[in-house]
């Protein structure tokens, strides 16, 4: 976003626009931003960035304050601020209507009035701070901070039927007649688990895409909760591997994420592309079907600590892998358990390791080796003897590293709390490092009781257990 305030005049042709704009950002303290129109005039945030992910607009006046190059600015694609005409109307008086080369105004709405065509550019000079931050991700999924009511009112009248709220109550707008809204509050500056966000959030947005539906999903500043559910949305629709996804969602963002939606998004997509949609839906179907079970879905506080044992315990495999080559139904099996693990404690208040196995053992798929995850779930307590099981050490090497991974992963409360309280495990030499946050959030990880949790781990492996912060 350009600094606030003017002083210096658009590089558009008609003097009295440039002059009309100048002194509205000087009166207002507001700053200049491009908008990209295509024909529906969908747009782009205005800067100065890559060269690589944008077009190169020539600008034959002074460019704007804080660019890198007086004579060639990069306009990034498909990113935008919206304003609604209510705002900018009253700045630009005829002068918004008369831009050479440009149709007349259908009323002055930035998303029905299109200036002047350059290459299939249409830029507007427009104030940025009150505007909405609007993107088109794909086709028929816009993505943007909190939307007004004009807004919706006009993407409305483009086919829009579908919106998704991600904030905490933060926004204010009504819905116009025949828009679904779909509210799943994710904290602002965090995140929480992706199984829960796949099931209450992307099902019901794959499906109205596929119907041919038009959606929007907002959250408070279009940047980081709707930055990691649109990146999610490419991994399942478009498959798209992880870093091509995270690029083209922050190259559109113009902001940072927290460390807790990074984490998030890397773990959904490794689920996905590593065990599949239909395994995880398996997962989420069997916690469904029984009600004392779903209260694990519905609760968030639960499903994080659950998601976070099961993608920790996929963490700790994935930095064995080049050592021990598990076979898929090994992180299967490990992933089920993690997801499983605390589900006696719903049922029962006393020994819900026994309760959480038994129920383990209810859960049938083909994927898994349902012994192992029973077992993973069973010694997944400190109190249990993980290396004195027999039955457990004849199936094998493999299968008692699983069931300790799946013990280590229980360290953690939940990855997700705050901007996240866990960074991920590496291998160093003969060490595994267990990285954490150097600054806390509110997270607290008890190191003793790491070192108990990962005991079973050390001995397995041979490896040690440090801690980093990073």
């Known amino acids: 976003m350009l600094p606030r305030g003017g002083g210096w005049k658009p590089p558009l042709s008609d003097g009295r626009l440039g002059d009309a704009l100048a002194t509205f950002a000087q009166s207002s303290g507001y700053a200049y931003s491009l908008l990209q129109g295509f024909d529906e005039a969908l747009h782009a945030q205005v800067g100065c960035g890559s060269e690589a992910n944008a077009t190169p607009i020539e600008h034959s006046h002074a460019s704007p304050p804080g660019s890198r190059d007086a004579q060639r600015c990069y306009l990034p694609v498909d990113v935008g601020y919206y304003l609604p005409r209510r705002v900018l109307e009253p700045h630009l008086g005829e002068a918004y209507t008369k831009l050479p080369g440009s149709p007349q105004s259908r009323g002055g709405e930035v998303l029905e009035h299109q200036l002047a065509r350059r290459n299939r550019l249409v830029l507007e000079f427009t104030a940025c701070i ?10 028929g999924v816009y993505w943007s901070s909190c939307p007004d009511s004009e807004l919706l009112t006009n993407l409305a009248k483009r086919g829009l039927s579908l919106v998704v709220d991600l904030t905490e109550d933060e926004c204010r707008y009504e819905l116009p007649p025949g828009l679904e809204r779909l509210s799943y509050p994710i904290p602002d500056f965090s995140f929480t688990a992706h199984e829960g ?25 279009g940047i980081g909760r709707s930055g990691a559910v649109s990146a999610m949305l490419l991994v399942l629709l478009d498959r798209m591997p992880l870093e091509s996804a995270v690029k083209a969602v922050k190259a559109k963002s113009g902001g940072e ?8 998004v890397r773990w959904f997509e490794r689920v996905v592309s590593t ?15 029984r009600r004392e079970l779903s209260k694990a879905i519905e ?26 080559r598990f076979e898929e139904k090994h992180l299967a099996s490990a ?11 719903l049922a029962a208040a006393d ?37 004195g099981d027999a039955e457990l050490a004849a199936m094998g090497p493999h299968a008692q590293v699983v069931v300790a991974a799946v013990r280590a992963a229980d360290t953690f409360e939940d990855a997700y709390r705050g901007a996240g309280c ?38 397995l492996t041979r490896l040690r257990v440090e801690v980093d912060y990073v």
């Not at 966000?197 to 907002?218: D, F, M, Q, T, W």
């Not at 992933?335 to 404690?345: E, I, M, S, T, V």
């Not at 495990?425 to 997270?443: D, H, N």
């Open 197 to 221: 966000v796949y099931l209450r959030v992307l099902k019901p947005l794959v499906r109205a895409i596929s119907e041919g539906r038009v959606v929007l999903v907002h959250c408070r500043g």
């Open 335 to 345: 992933y089920a358990a993690g997801l499983l693990h605390d589900l006696g404690r």
């Open 130 to 139: 009150q505007g909405v931050r609007i993107r088109l991700l794909r086709e």
């Open 299 to 324: 609760d968030a506080a639960t499903l994080n600590h659950l998601s976070t044992v099961a993608n920790i315990s996929l963490d700790v495999l994935e930095v064995l892998q080049p050592e021990y």
């Open 351 to 387: 020994k819900h390791h026994v309760v959480g196995a038994r129920i383990a053992e209810e859960f049938e798929s083909h994927r898994v080796d349902r012994k192992l995850v029973v077992k993973a779930v069973y010694h997944h307590r400190r109190r249990t003897d993980l290396l």
């Open 275 to 289: 065990l599949g949609v239909g395994f995880l839906e398996e997962l989420l179907s069997f916690l469904e079907r």
């Open 257 to 264: 994420w927290m460390p807790a939606q990074e984490l998030a």
């Open 422 to 459: 866990y960074r991920g495990i590496t291998r160093k030499g003969r060490a595994l490092v267990v990285e954490l946050p150097a600054e806390s959030s509110g997270c607290y990880i008890d190191t003793d009781r790491l070192s108990e949790k990962f005991r079973p781990l050390r001995e």
